[in-house]
């Protein structure tokens, strides 16, 4: 019989207790390393006003991580398309913490993991769809599957921008903002004139796309809530995160709105 003495029972307790505190260390390090790592789309502190006596965003809070589709909601005029504007870098808030990925920015364009679709079309009016697509988007595969396997464009494709509808215009936009390769998209009314069809497809391809994130924004708010993973309401300069329908009658739509579903 092998007998083991007391105190090589000691020292292998001392190892194993070693390399248990050493695991449990390495696994933490790996922890936070991840965490670090975690894509997000991250804005703080934003104050901005038009006026010295009027201030439309105070202090204001709103991230996104890789997955989500945060839906923006809020009145007319209560500042969020200037929100928007504000983290892509195109206008100069008075105060903002803008951070991407964990790289802080003064502008947000100044990284290529963020798009930004303003209401406002920025496509022009004397090219073909087909010239369009060939200068704005970089990648021929993707060319290709725009202009041949996208049914709404292939339909369209061989007219000038200015000959389509307000509605098809913002398809296309959308269309060619989203073969970027960024991170994060901000879309200030994606929907926009679009038809029920249009707007079905967007919906589906803004969902499908695990690999970014989206902060959307849209007068049509039913379509907001159809969309997004999360919403946060713009209300008094400032960001609430809405949890339930009862809240949105609480500080967004008349009491009963939402009684018949």
């Not at 105070?58 to 504007?85: A, P």
């Not at 993707?142 to 398809?171: F, P």
């Not at 379509?223 to 713009?234: D, H, K, N, P």
Request: aromatic share 10%; hydrophobic share 40%; net charge neutral.
């Amino acid at each position: 019989m092998v007998r083991i003495s007391q105190h090589r029972i000691f020292e292998d307790k001392n190892n194993l207790i070693y390399i248990l505190n050493q695991y449990s260390y390495l696994k933490s390090i790996f922890t936070v390393a991840m965490d670090t790592l975690k894509k997000l789309l991250y804005a703080d502190s934003i104050e901005f006003s038009y006026t010295h006596s009027v201030d439309i965003l105070t202090g204001v809070h709103i991230q996104c991580e890789i997955g989500e589709v945060v839906g923006l909601l809020g009145r007319n005029g209560c500042g969020k398309s200037t929100l928007m504007k504000i983290i892509f870098g195109v206008i100069k808030p008075k105060l903002a913490f803008i951070r991407i990925n964990d790289i802080r920015y003064s502008k947000g364009y100044l990284s290529k993991n963020i798009c930004y679709l303003p209401q406002q079309k920025f496509l022009p009016n004397y090219l073909a769809v087909t010239d369009v697509i060939k200068l704005m988007v970089e990648d021929k595969i993707k060319q290709n599957a725009l202009l041949n396997d996208d049914e709404i464009i292939v339909t369209i494709k061989n007219q000038k921008v200015a000959e389509l509808s307000g509605g098809e215009i913002r398809y296309l936009e959308l269309m060619i903002l989203l073969q970027k390769n960024s991170d994060f998209y901000l879309l200030d009314e994606p929907f926009s004139g679009v038809s029920p069809y249009m707007k079905e497809r967007i919906q589906q391809i803004i969902l499908s796309h695990n690999d970014k994130g989206f902060i959307i924004s849209d007068h049509h708010y039913q379509t907001v809530l159809e969309t997004a993973t999360r919403i946060v309401l713009l209300q008094n300069g400032g960001c609430r995160r809405i949890e339930s329908k009862k809240d949105l009658e609480m500080f967004y739509v008349p009491e009963g709105t939402f009684d018949e579903e």
